[in-house]
């Protein structure tokens, strides 16, 4: 089944230890997005990839950085983690084109714990 | 992307049906209403969208207000399986981006 996975699905990091979660997708979408989403909260939007373009967020800190070497793949780097990133990150796919409903697939998300 | 208003929390009763209702009222003539939900411990999944005309799918129908000020997410018979955060959001047509407000916790008692 055409999907969207994330991995890990559970990370433990070190306070300012760097970190790379990983999205990968068989939809063949040409859009795929970060989101951070906090305990209780909505899910912010972080950034994403139309294609090769990179989008950021205005509120997304620089600590936050997001690579998409080809289609299938993007990744997301925390820089210097704070105690303040320990969250949820969703990754989700789309595609937009002509006509589309720009639905976005969610993968099941990475569970990141910042000691 | 015009900021939505729901209800924090709702309940409802197993096999009843379940209007989640969502304003929008400084929504634009070209933004679609879309509707998520998110199950405990998963990503969102979309549920449904629209523009100016009630729509229906296996999941649920969604009713659009004729002025666009607000919509209603109905769930013809709530199951358990239904309870989840919804999340109604509106997007520009020519973008991509997703922003999602607070949600309803719906609750579904047996």
């Known amino acids: 089944d055409a999907m969207v996975i994330q991995n890990p699905r559970y990370q433990v990091t070190q306070f300012g230890k760097p970190v790379t979660l990983s999205c990968s997708q068989t939809?063949?979408?040409?859009?795929m997005y970060w989101y951070q989403q906090k305990s209780s909260q909505a899910p912010k939007l972080l950034f994403h990839?139309?294609?090769?373009?990179?989008?950021n967020e205005a509120d997304t800190p620089d600590n936050f950085q997001s690579r998409r070497p080809n289609t299938s793949f993007c990744f997301l780097d925390i820089r210097s983690p704070g105690l303040g990133d320990a969250a949820m990150y969703l990754c989700?796919?789309?595609?937009?084109?002509?006509?589309?409903?720009?639905?976005?697939?969610f993968g099941p998300g990475t569970r990141l714990t910042v000691l | 992307d015009a900021k939505t208003t729901q209800p924090n929390s709702m309940e409802s009763n197993e096999e009843e049906p379940v209007h989640l209702p969502c304003n929008h009222s400084?929504?634009?003539?070209?933004?679609?209403i879309h509707w998520y939900r998110q199950l405990p411990s998963q990503g969102p999944e979309y549920v449904i969208h629209?523009?100016?005309s009630n729509v229906n799918n296996r999941m649920a129908s969604l009713a659009i207000a004729e002025d666009r000020k607000s919509s209603t997410l109905i769930l013809h018979r709530a199951t358990l399986r239904d309870a989840a955060v919804y999340y109604c959001?509106?997007?520009?047509?020519?973008?991509?981006?997703?922003?999602f407000g607070e949600g309803t916790q719906l609750t579904v008692n047996p």
């Open positions: 629209g523009l100016t």
């Open positions: 989700a796919t789309s595609f937009r084109g002509q006509g589309g409903k720009n639905e976005q697939f």
């Open positions: 959001i509106t997007q520009e047509t020519s973008g991509s981006r997703l922003t």
């Open positions: 990839y139309y294609d090769k373009d990179f989008n």
């Open positions: 939809l063949n979408h040409n859009v």
């Open positions: 400084t929504i634009s003539g070209t933004d679609y």
